[in-house]
Every structure is written in C-alpha cells, then in structure tokens.
C-alpha cells in the first residue's frame, strides 16, 4: 500500500540511535599520567543463574514492537530490583536473551525470554516482581530456573489463533481447505528491502478452521478477550487456528491470510486478530512440546518462606559456577 | 481556489461528529491502527499515567504537545503539569500529541475525533486544552487537532460548548501568529499558572458559569498572568508596522507579565516521569538541575525569558534522581538546564551520583555544557556507571569576534584544551553546535569553522596517538527571537546562508587529511526563515499559517513534511495585499522606536537594556554573567520581584545504602535468605 510506504519515511533516524559503542581500552596522555579510564570498563559480575520466563502480550500491548518489548522488558526488570547480569564494556546491556518475537499487532500468549542473574533468586518472587513492574498486557505467566540446553533448540513452531471478523465460518472453511490442498502458495510481504516472495504452505503444518457458534465453553475462549478495551466485533467471526514450523524467512499470521488470499480470495473486511497460543518443538502428532516443561521438572519451586518477612542481607554467590560465555545461542528480534 | 492548492487537499469542512458523550473511542481506533505505521504510540498505557474517573472531575485539562508522540511524550513540561494537576484531587489531565497524516486522514474518513492516549476520550470534551509550543513550527499542528477535534479553528467562533484553548512554552512569548486560534496565553513557568486558572474555572462553573465564556476570559485576563488576545486590539500604521496594541475591555491590564516559579525544591516533579511502551527521542529520566540563564548569549531567547538562575539544591536533585530511577527503570538520567555545568555544585553532584550508583549500571548525562564549564573529571564521573555517548559543545560562532558579537565568550584555546583531553580520556567523538546568519557574520566567520575543527582533529591525534578520532561539525541557520537583543536584527536570507555552507564544505575538505575525520551536518537555510517568520510575526502571520495547513501542511518541524514552496506562495497571497511581506518579517532590521508585536508581554526584560544589548552586540563589547559580577540592570529581577538563587550550599549528597546489583532498586522480595 502507498499509504504504508509514505508512512515509513516519517522515521527519522536518531542520533542516539546511530552511536557506535567505542572499545577504548586504556589511554595515556603524551605525559604519561594514567587517565582514570579503567582496563575493563564497566566490569560486571559472572552470572550465577538463569532464568526462563514465558509472558503474554495482550490487549493494546499487541501494537509493540520486538524493540518496544524488550526495552519495557529491561526497565521493568531494573524496576523490579532484579540483579541482572550486564554485558561489559563502554556500552554495557543487561544479559537478556530473546526467542524469536511475536510480530507488531499480534497478540501472543506464549512468548520466552531467558534473563542471566548475577545473585540466585528463587523464580517465584521473582515473577511477581517482574509481573508488577510491567504494564498491564506484558503479563508473566511462568518462571523457571534454566536447565541444560537451550530455549531456541526447544522452539521450532508457533500456534496461532487467528480471528476474523466478519468472514463465515463456511467460507473460511473452504479456504483453508484449499490452502492446505495446494502443494506450494506464493505471497508477497512489503519488508524494509522492498517486496519479498516466500512460500507460505511449506511452512503451515496444520490448519484448521473453527466456527465459534459450534465450539462450546470448554474451547479456547479468545485470549485477547480477557483484556477490557478488546472491541465486541460483529458476528460472524471465522476463527482460524494454524500451527506454522518458524523457518526462515519466517512465515507470520500475515502471511498465512495472504495465502488464503491467493488460493481462495479470502480478504477479511477489518483486519484479522492474531494470537499465538503456544511456542515448542513439533512432536510426530503435530503437537507442540513445552519448551519449559525439562526445566521446570528438574527444579521443583521451593516454597518461599515468607517473602513478605524482612530478610538478612545474605547473598549466596555462587561465585565462578555461572557459565562464562556468552548466553544460550538466541535468536533476537522479529525474525523476517 | 488559487495554484499549487490543489494536490493533498485535506478535507476541512466541518466533521461529521460532535462531541455529545466522553466515552472512550478506542474501540472505533484500534480498527484503524493495524493500517498505520507505528500504532504504539496512539495506545497509551505508559507507565505512571493516571487516569480518573471523568464525572468526579471539576476541571478537566487536555494537555497537547504538538508534535508526533515520540517527541512530545518526553517533554517535561507537559509532565509536569500533568501530575501537578492530577494531584488535585477534584482536577482530571490526559495527554494529547499530534497523530501522523496517514492516521489523520483514516480519522476523517472514520469519524473519529482527535483523542488522548490515556483514556482515549475525545479533546473537544475537555474544558481546557493546554498547548505547549517549544517551537514555532508546530502551529500547523495546533490546527490539526483543533479541526479533528471538532473545535472552531478560530477562537472567535467558539461557544461555551468548547474548550479554552491555552498556550504555552517559550513560543508563547510572542502568541501573536497564532492569536485568532487561541483563547489566551501563559508566559513563563507553569506549575503555578495552571494552578490558578484551574481555580478560576472551578470557581466559574459553581457559580453556574455567569456571562459565559466571555466573563471567563475576562476573569483570566483580569489577572494580568493571562494573555487573551481578542481583549487586545493592534493597529497599524501606514507602513504596515504596528502602531498600538492596547486593551479594549476595561478590565484587562496594558500588560501580561509573564511566571516565575520560585524555589524549585517545592516542585519536584515530575515525580514519576511517564515511560512510554513506544521509543521517544529522550530515553532517559530528566531532572532540572536549575532553571534559568544569565551567561547572556544574545541568540538564545530561553537565556533571556527564564531569568533569574534558579538552582534546585543538591539533595533536591539526589532524591528525585532515586525516585525517577525507582519508577522508571531509565538507565540513564539526564540533568537538565540551560548550561548544566555551571550548577554551583556540579562537580559534588556528578560524583556524588556516581559513587551512589557505582555497579548499576546507571549512566548521567548533561545535555548542555558549556566547554569553558567543563572539565575531564566531570566526563569520567559522567561516564563512570554507564554507557559513554559522544560529547557535545556549543561554541556557536567559528570566529572570536562573532562569539564576542553574540556574547559566548568560549575561547578557541579552552575548547582545543577540553576536546584534547577528552579524546585522551578515551573519547572518540567530539560534536561542536554552529550557527550561520549571525547579526553582522561574513564568510571569513562561518570559514573559521573549518579551522577550529581542524585544529580539533590535529590536537586530539596528537593527544591520544590515534587517527580514528572523529569531530562532527553541526550547523543551524540563526533565527531571531522576540525577547532578545537579537529581535530588532534582519534575519540573513537563506541564499546567504546556503552559499556560507558551501564554502564551508569546500574548506572543510581542503585538507583531505583532517577533512575524512571531520563530519558536517546542516540544514539548508528556508525552514529557519519560515521559523523566523513565525517568532517576530504578527496576527496577519495567523492568514498565513490558516493557508497553509489548510492546502496541506502539517509537521513543518519535519523536513520530510515541510514544504518552503507552500509556505512562500501562502505568505504571498496573504501578505502582499496587506503591504507587507515574507521579507518584511524577516530580513528587515527593526529599529528602536518600532513598536514589535510582544511589546505588551513582559518577560521582565528591559526594553531600553535590550536595545543597549543589541548596541554592544554590534560593537563586539562582551556582557557577563550576573551570577558572578554585579548585576547589569536587565530588569528581571525588580520587574518580577525574584532574585537569583544559586549556591553553593556546601551540602553533600549522602550514599542511599544500600543500591542493588545491576540494578539501582534493591528488592528484599529477590533476596534469598
């Protein structure tokens, strides 16, 4: 759309954007006197845990970017008193490391993100914590200490819960139908580099669509609904539900509409909502493993003793136990 | 319909809705929002916004910043005033910014109405719109969403059914342009100002809203801190330079005098500055280190409207550094003001901050520094907790006899001194801030630009052995101001400036050497005209600045919207038949017995000091600072009954122990026992 195209030269760029963090290390005056620039600048201590979180983006929240979360995500965690662990250097950054995001305008029910801690905490509090300092619609819903391996290798593919208003049932039915029967399904995305073609089908594993009217109380309600702005839509709502495998590029809600566009000229008449239901490895039944189910079996949550009660400044350092190199191989951004 | 009207023309017929209930439109806008780029920031949801419940309301503030939202939500003006008015208890503040045109026009064809983000209620059902014009170049902006809001573009027309539409900020300092569009004015600080016309609002609507909006206005003009336009009538003389402007209701005072807020300890705010989901320009928490400037640079119309200097005290700073840090989450906070380093105890400060914060990851910055001010210790304790941005300095005038013209006495040496230095500190990139079109500038001035940048490459290669060193050179085209000794000046025409910058170019790159080190940015000289235009404009601007929004324009502060042309032909069309011009508003030098059209808004200033000022600017003779010889006699201070506040104190700032780890917030919850 032109109208999208004109939109994208309004960003500016900004300065602050644009500084490139300098690598000094140590510098002498032509006199010889040591400045007070120190070897290792902003030296950080060797994180001692990690932890595993799942959260959801609901509501309005679903208009952030992967940028917006993840600096909402890291002032949050200052907020919130947590001792994160930072990288070092003259542009030091809090160790947090992303799986792949839920695009701009998707809601998600399913997101992780793996922090590295330079004091154990226990993840109960912790998720409290986090959970309070968050705006509403940035919600964690689980934190587990990390166990071996790491989050990326757990997550291949996405469950999405894609409602349309104002397309029936029948119709949606149909196009999917024809979706699935087709062997290979061309679409286009506007990216920054101008138009990209990708096959959307090699990427869809199942699709199926559901008529609200016949699903009862013990299906999924719509997640977003749970959010107090969410505007009642007329019916009929077609709900689609797909699970697509995150291939590069990646294959998005967007991409999987555009598809149905293409083989079956289905064009939603307000855009679709998107919700990701669920992140994990596909098993052999095209179901989507945990991806913190091994973690959260290997360390049982101790009971919290009371955090509420004022507790001696102890901190247990389990000093040198952390891992030294960087964190778990991660994917950062929206991917595509 | 006249030429060159007839491509984007906005539809500006009155809209299709009024505004009868105060329900939120968000569910008519989220439909709209997947369609529009970057939607984030027309969703609120920052944290620390307040929202309240509407009927429980006595006075109700829509508070705009008129500009797109990543500049407008950082503005700590508009912050301030919001919590101070959301901390009444029977008051209710929400925000509005200005929406992008792909979003104005999917407004129009939906029929949604311009809105806050804190509770998406429509701005037309608010009792009070509040403005805040740092710039100029946001006037178009005002009537985008006065027109989207469904109220009146012309103040004139509006009925009791409407808001009062208020401005602010240093632009207000000469509302004149935009006068028709506005229902009054604050000059000067606000904290207090909006205290009282919140009372005089409440007090107007219990006592069931007697003569309407006219004995409203007048109640606020009656206070004499309050400029209400249409109670003032202009005439003109033959020559089309104005000849009175005086009251035409008995009530209202020959003259507004514009706010000081006194003893910034007693307004600490904002408290808890909003954190925005979307990025803004300013990612950081801001505190106002002092507010005020008496260094007298003749250019700068915030020295000279917000004297006297008032310092906030260093553990004023301290806590609401702690407290911005606990409810934002910023890893960086800025100390503002005018010339931060020149706080009487800056260098306790910085150093008291960065011992407090050593290990959190918490970086300071001080936006404005004066290079005569600076020293390397203050950039290690800058640098010390956090990340290390560029350094950047203002010396605004290449030659040594411009800056004694516009009176910023940096020597050539304590800058070569101070950037050398720093690259040995370990800084690889200096930014240096010019000005082109200076009152009496030649060539020869603007080309000694490209030898002090030189001079800054060679001597910092030299000082840190390296050759990667890098000095980017900034420059801005002069635009006098109302309120400054420069306001009688002609502004340079942009072909001069234009031309300056070109050879600039060339002696940069003369030596090929020095020249790949140094970088040049600048602007062409036609947007800074048109600022020009609207800063000593007068109400025949306001025909003007009507035209031009209506064939178009929006955002002229954004290269990328702004169109000269437009701007050109509209001054053309509406000026020339009055007998004035762009040029008469512009490149004219004013002389002393011309009455200018703020006359009657008393910043404090002197008029016959100023008209002195001006004298000595031409004579090259140098001004100090009030704040370390006698007093000069500007007329701030006995004009407004205020006296300078600075220390030093003497006090230190006391470690808050204990801070966390990585984090400047300790959390027992997260300790494990």
């Not at chain 2, 808001?163 to 600080?189: S, T």
């Not at chain 2, 904002?270 to 954190?275: A, C, H, N, R, T």
């Amino acid at each position: 759309m032109e109208e999208e195209a004109a939109a994208i030269a309004v960003c500016r760029p900004r300065a602050a954007a644009l500084v490139v963090a300098d690598r000094v290390r140590v510098t002498r005056t032509d006199t010889g006197v040591a400045l007070s620039r120190q070897h290792q600048p902003n030296p950080s201590d060797p994180p001692v845990q990690r932890i595993r979180l799942r959260y959801a983006k609901r509501g309005r929240v679903r208009f952030t970017s992967h940028r917006d979360v993840a600096r909402t995500f890291e002032r949050a965690l200052r907020r919130a008193g947590v001792p994160m662990a930072y990288s070092q250097g003259f542009s030091p950054h809090p160790r947090v490391s992303w799986v792949g995001a839920a695009p701009t305008g998707v809601a998600s029910e399913a997101e992780y993100v793996e922090i590295a801690l330079v004091r154990p905490v226990d993840p109960g509090p912790l998720r409290q914590a986090l959970d309070a300092a968050l705006p509403p619609g940035l919600d964690v819903l689980e934190t587990v200490v990390a166990g071996p391996g790491t989050l990326a290798e757990k997550i291949d593919a996405s469950r999405w819960w894609i409602e349309l208003p104002g397309v029936a049932p029948d119709t949606l039915a149909d196009a999917v139908t024809r979706l699935m029967a087709a062997e290979r399904v061309e679409v286009e995305r506007l990216t920054k580099n101008g138009r990209r073609t990708m096959d959307a089908r090699a990427a869809i594993v199942t699709t199926e669509g559901i008529d609200p009217t016949t699903v009862g109380e013990q299906a999924c309600p719509p997640p977003t609904a749970q959010v107090a702005d969410w505007p009642e839509h007329a019916a009929p709502c077609g709900i689609l539900v797909a699970v697509v495998r995150q291939t590069q590029p990646v294959v998005r809600p967007d991409d999987v509409l555009s598809a149905l566009r293409v083989v079956a000229g289905l064009v939603p008449p307000v855009p679709a909502m998107a919700t990701r239901m669920a992140q994990g490895r596909l098993d052999d039944r095209g179901d989507l493993a945990d991806p913190l189910a091994a973690d959260r079996a290997a360390s049982p949550e101790p009971a919290p003793a009371g955090a509420d009660a004022p507790e001696p400044r102890q901190e247990r350092e389990a000093t040198g136990a952390g891992e030294q190199g960087p964190g778990p191989n991660v994917v950062a951004g929206p991917a595509g | 319909m006249p030429a060159g009207c007839v491509d984007n023309v906005p539809p500006t017929e009155p809209l299709p809705w009024t505004v009868v209930s105060v329900e939120s439109v968000f569910p008519q806008l989220e439909p709209l929002l997947p369609r529009v780029s970057k939607p984030v920031q027309y969703v609120g949801g920052e944290l620390n916004a307040t929202t309240k419940d509407w009927d429980a309301a006595a006075v109700r503030w829509c508070l705009m910043y008129p500009d797109a939202y990543e500049v407008g939500l950082p503005n700590q003006g508009v912050m301030i005033l919001y919590e101070i008015l959301n901390e009444l208890p029977d008051v209710l503040a929400e925000r509005t910014y200005s929406v992008w045109p792909d979003l104005e026009q999917l407004m129009r064809q939906h029929g949604v109405p311009q809105f806050t983000v804190d509770s998406h209620r429509p701005v037309g059902a608010f009792d009070l719109l509040g403005v805040s014009f740092a710039t100029e170049l946001g006037y178009t902006n005002l009537l985008t969403a006065l027109d989207l809001a469904g109220i009146p573009l012309h103040a004139a027309d509006r009925t009791e059914d409407h808001p009062v539409v208020v401005a602010g900020g240093h632009a207000a300092f000469n509302p004149e342009p935009i006068a028709d569009f506005l229902d009054a004015a604050v000059l000067g600080d606000g904290e207090e100002a909006v205290l009282e016309i919140t009372d005089i609002v409440r007090r107007w609507k219990d006592d069931g809203r007697p003569g309407g909006r006219e004995e409203l206005l007048l109640r606020l003009a009656e206070t004499g801190g309050v400029y209400v336009p249409r109670f003032y009538d202009v005439e003109y003389l033959p020559d089309g330079r104005i000849q009175r402007v005086a009251p035409n209701r008995d009530r209202v005072p020959f003259r507004v005098f514009k706010r000081t807020t006194m003893d910034l300890d007693a307004w600490p705010y904002p408290k808890k500055p909003l954190v925005p989901l979307a990025e803004s320009v300013h990612e950081r928490a801001s505190v106002e280190i002092f507010r005020g400037c008496t260094r007298g640079c003749r250019f700068c119309q915030a020295g000279m409207i917000t004297r006297p200097v008032r310092e906030r005290s260093i553990e004023g700073i301290g806590e609401m550094v702690q407290r911005g840090l606990e409810t934002t989450g910023f890893e960086e906070v800025g100390l503002l003001s005018l010339s931060s380093a020149d706080h009487s105890e800056i260098a306790e400060l910085t150093k008291g901050l960065a011992d407090r914060y050593e290990g959190t990851n918490t970086g300071l910055s001080l936006p404005s520094t004066r290079v005569d001010a600076f020293n390397v210790d203050l950039a290690n304790e800058l640098s010390r907790n956090g990340r290390r941005s560029g350094l950047t300095f203002a010396p605004e005038g290449g030659s040594e006899r411009i800056r004694r013209v516009i009176n910023k006495m940096v020597s050539e040496d304590d800058l070569i001194r101070t950037v050398t230095t720093a690259y040995a500190s370990g800084w690889r990139q200096v930014k240096l801030y010019f000005m082109c079109g200076l009152p009496t500038e030649t060539d020869e001035d603007v080309l000694q630009i490209a030898r002090m940048a030189q001079e800054v490459i060679r001597a910092g290669r030299e000082a840190s052995g390296r050759k990667d060193i890098r000095c980017t050179i900034s420059i801005g085209a002069f635009v006098p101001k109302p309120h400054t000794p420069f306001q009688w000046a002609g502004q340079c025409d942009p072909d001069t400036v234009d031309s300056r910058l070109r050879k600039l170019r060339a002696a940069v790159n003369s030596d090929r050497g020095l020249g790949r080190n140094i970088g040049m940015r600048y602007h062409d000289g036609k947007p800074s005209l048109i600022e020009g235009l609207l800063s000593r404009g007068d109400r025949r601007i306001g025909l003007v600045i009507e035209r031009v929004w209506r064939e178009g324009g929006r955002f002229d502060g954004w290269h990328e919207h702004f169109s000269y042309q437009r701007w050109v032909d509209a001054g053309a069309t509406e000026l020339e038949p009055l007998g004035v011009s762009l040029d008469w508003f512009t490149t004219r030098e004013r002389d002393e017995t011309e009455v200018l059209p703020w006359d009657h808004l008393d910043s404090g200033l002197d008029k016959e000091w100023l008209w002195a000022d001006w004298q000595d600017a031409l004579d090259e003779r140098e001004q100090d600072d009030c704040r370390w010889t006698p007093c000069f006699d500007c007329g701030v201070c006995p004009a407004m009954g205020t006296d300078i506040q600075v220390g030093p104190t003497g006090r230190k700032l006391l470690p808050i122990s204990p801070v966390g780890k990585g984090t400047p917030v300790r959390n027992p919850a997260l300790t494990r026992s």
